[in-house]
């Protein structure tokens, strides 16, 4: 009776009455959940106790990872029990039963049985805290919002040209050179020369965890069943290495001069040694069955005319620089194997043949990820479009720095791991990955994350048949303004605008529909759709990743036919800018016009007055009212040229 007039008088005043808390708040969703009658207090005796007979056949077919994670919870009578076949079973359960407790603003859970395991074995973040040190106490807090959402990995990107972040005996300069740098942000490192600093000299910002620092993450990371794979960047991503052990550089094609790429040689025995030093002081550390070599994004120039990885192609038959990087990350497959671990790396670890023990990170695409488990290696997504936090989640134009993309909370739910996939046995997982070039701060560390992980979380968790964003959206706003109460950055789901407007609106003018010739091509990177694009009345979104916004990699110069000469009040074109990916706006922009599409004259020429930034996308109609009439208009807009030539990128041509 007392629980109707509180609803009844909640519904009244017009406000949510709900009931006590209960499992519909979890994330991620359980895989089932049945409310009994009754509630009880949040401060009920929890037990672990003996997995019943029932309990046992229940998860006796799960595959073996989901049956070690599997728990049964249940909630009455004054108290709770968990029952699971593993610690980690247990533990999973008791976060659940956690989660539930912390959520009941009332004081009440609702009596219920929760019975759960995961969909994947794999369901992790990587941080990347060498563009940007973090502490390790600002890790240790991050493991224990993770381990609430019953993730299980953290994958620390520990090296990267812009610091060395783990202290490795043998090699002293990796810290206490290589970890500092002149400038706080790493966007004025990396316009600033790419310098390094002696620490304790002033200025030297950075830092590196300690062996001692590792250890309590570990540990840390440990009791929360959470496995932690440390990432030691090779044979790209480099550079602070080859300046702190300038003999691990190429040498030119006369063998005297260092070349500085941020390439190791690979022709150096001396790289492979001081790596499998290095990797025998981590895997002393860390008991991650996987170690994370990197792998992705190596130039391969200097390889072309180093003497020593000439030499080295020659000795055992390399056709190419894959097929040498294929090699070298071989005798890493090779020593890590017979150390009883694992190679992890990103996809480009293919290129030239993959290493047959190593385990593939599909982070350019599905496709790698997809085509790599078909040869039979286990496979670990995390596809940039679905699980790279650095991207967007909402408004550029507030959210700040950013790298560009737009990968909102929706958008990263709506990823399935398995799409594409023939045969899910050798697919592991996924991972959202944090890079931190334009995230200087904690603040904006879990600004980022946050609530994009829950996402990550429920869809490495939840079966893809029980998941609805609808549904899970009010649990990622709960979940995400609680933690803003315990001190996280949690972006503000309350705030979010969604995709740009613009996107949803047809454009009209006397342009559209007509045929777009182009003078000068746009790129097959960013065609969006082709040749009906400019004229196409649809306007792109917040990303030039969308498929509506056209890339040129050159000048603009399109010629637009109307059919029949017209009189024009208005020409211009709108497009979008944002330098911190080299997409910049015109510098000015020509308009001529003409009768029969051969001899052109001028109608305007106008000057981009606006200037495009690094910390954040820009959008700008660029035109002229003008009074002229033509049949052919063309449209010539120059690029800038700052430190190489930006891009343009266009998704109308505007004819009124
Ligand atoms: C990567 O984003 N370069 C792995
Ligand atoms: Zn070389």
């Known amino acids: 009776m007392k629980k109707f007039l509180t609803s009844f008088l909640a519904a009244a005043l017009g406000i949510i009455a709900y009931a006590q808390t209960g499992p519909d708040v979890l994330i991620p969703k359980p895989v089932s959940a049945v409310l009994l009658s009754g509630e009880v207090g949040v401060d009920i005796p929890v037990k672990n106790v003996r997995a019943s007979g029932k309990f046992k056949k229940a998860v006796r077919d799960l595959p073996e990872y989901a049956r070690r994670e599997a728990y049964k919870l249940t909630v009455s009578g004054g108290k709770a029990t968990v029952e699971a076949l593993s610690e980690e079973g247990y533990f999973r359960g008791r976060k659940t039963?956690?989660?539930?407790?912390?959520?009941?603003?009332?004081?009440?859970?609702?009596?219920?049985?929760?019975?759960?395991?995961?969909?994947?074995?794999?369901?992790?973040?990587?941080?990347?805290?060498?563009?940007?040190?973090?502490?390790?106490q600002f890790i240790l807090k991050q493991l224990d919002l993770m381990s609430l959402i019953k993730m299980n990995s953290l994958h620390?990107?520990?090296?990267?040209?812009?610091?060395?972040?783990?202290?490795?005996?043998?090699?002293?300069?990796?810290?206490?050179?290589?970890?500092?740098?002149?400038?706080?942000?790493?966007?004025?490192?990396?316009?600033?020369?790419?310098?390094?600093?002696?620490?304790?000299?002033?200025?030297?910002f950075g830092g590196y965890l300690t062996k001692d620092d590792i250890r309590d993450i570990l540990a840390y990371a440990a009791e929360r069943h959470i496995n932690v794979i440390p990432e030691i960047e090779l044979p790209g991503h480099s550079l602070e290495v080859l300046k702190a052990y300038p003999q691990?550089?190429?040498?030119?094609?006369?063998?005297?001069?260092?070349?500085?790429?941020s390439d190791l040689c690979p022709g150096s025995d001396e790289a492979l040694q001081m790596y499998k030093d290095i990797l025998d002081e981590v895997l002393e550390l860390f008991p991650s069955q996987f170690i994370h070599i990197g792998g992705d994004e190596a130039g391969k120039w200097s390889w072309r005319h180093c003497p020593r990885c000439q030499a080295r192609m020659k000795e055992h038959g390399l056709k190419d620089v894959e097929e040498l990087q294929s090699w070298f990350i071989k005798q890493f497959d090779d020593y890590l194997t017979s150390k009883g671990r694992r190679l992890l790396g990103w996809n480009e670890i293919m290129q030239g043949g993959l290493a047959p023990g190593a385990t593939v990170m599909s982070w350019q695409g599905t496709v790698q990820g997809i085509e790599a488990a078909a040869a039979g290696h286990d496979v670990i997504m995390s596809p940039g479009n679905w699980c790279y936090l650095d991207r967007n989640q909402d408004?550029?134009?507030?959210?700040?720095?950013?790298?560009?993309?737009?990968?909102?909370?929706?958008?990263?739910?709506?990823?399935?791991?398995?799409?594409?996939?023939?045969?899910?046995?050798?697919?592991?997982?996924?991972?959202?990955?944090?890079?931190?070039?334009?995230?200087?701060?904690?603040?904006?560390f879990e600004y980022k994350t946050y609530p994009r992980a829950f996402a990550l979380a429920e869809v490495g968790w939840t079966p893809q048949e029980l998941r609805y964003f609808d549904e899970f959206r009010p649990r990622a706003v709960a979940l995400a303004d609680y933690i803003r109460t315990k001190g996280y950055n949690a972006f503000d789901l309350h705030t979010e605008m969604g995709e740009r407007p613009e996107m949803s609106k047809a454009l009209d003018h006397l342009a559209r529909g007509c045929k777009v010739t182009y003078n000068l091509p746009y790129?097959?990177?960013?065609?969006?759709?082709?040749?009906?694009?400019?004229?196409?009345?649809?306007?792109?979104?917040?990303?030039?990743?969308?498929?509506?916004?056209?890339?040129?990699?050159?000048?603009?110069?399109?010629?637009?036919?109307?059919?029949?000469?017209?009189?024009?009040?208005?020409?211009?074109?709108?497009?979008?800018?944002?330098?911190?990916?080299?997409?910049?706006?015109?510098v000015k922009m020509q308009i001529l016009g003409s009768d029969d599409g051969i001899n052109f004259v001028e109608i305007t020429q106008v000057l981009c007055q606006v200037k495009a930034s690094d910390s954040g996308a820009m959008y700008l109609l660029l035109g002229d009212v003008v009074n002229a009439d033509a049949r052919y208009v063309r449209f010539k807009a120059n690029r800038s040229g700052r430190l190489h030539e930006d891009w343009l990128f266009v998704d109308e041509i505007i004819i009124k």
């Open 248 to 261: 691990l550089a190429c040498l030119d094609s006369t063998g005297t001069q260092s070349v500085f790429t």
């Open 523 to 586: 790129s097959n990177h960013y065609p969006a759709e082709g040749d009906e694009t400019l004229t196409n009345g649809l306007q792109g979104g917040w990303s030039y990743v969308d498929g509506r916004w056209q890339g040129f990699l050159n000048d603009l110069d399109v010629t637009v036919d109307l059919g029949q000469k017209r009189h024009l009040g208005f020409v211009g074109a709108h497009f979008l800018a944002n330098l911190g990916v080299w997409i910049g706006f015109p």
């Open 156 to 204: 620390i990107h520990l090296t990267d040209d812009a610091g060395w972040r783990i202290q490795i005996d043998k090699y002293p300069r990796l810290t206490g050179y290589a970890a500092w740098r002149p400038q706080e942000l790493w966007k004025d490192w990396d316009q600033g020369g790419h310098n390094y600093a002696e620490e304790g000299s002033a200025p030297a």
């Open 395 to 444: 408004n550029p134009l507030v959210e700040g720095e950013l790298v560009g993309g737009y990968l909102p909370l929706a958008r990263v739910y709506d990823y399935n791991p398995a799409d594409g996939f023939d045969d899910t046995k050798h697919l592991l997982g996924l991972q959202g990955n944090l890079w931190t070039e334009h995230v200087p701060t904690e603040e904006n």
């Open 97 to 136: 039963l956690e989660y539930m407790q912390l959520m009941a603003a009332d004081g009440r859970l609702h009596s219920c049985e929760v019975f759960d395991y995961p969909r994947f074995s794999h369901r992790g973040l990587m941080f990347d805290i060498s563009r940007h040190f973090r502490s390790k």
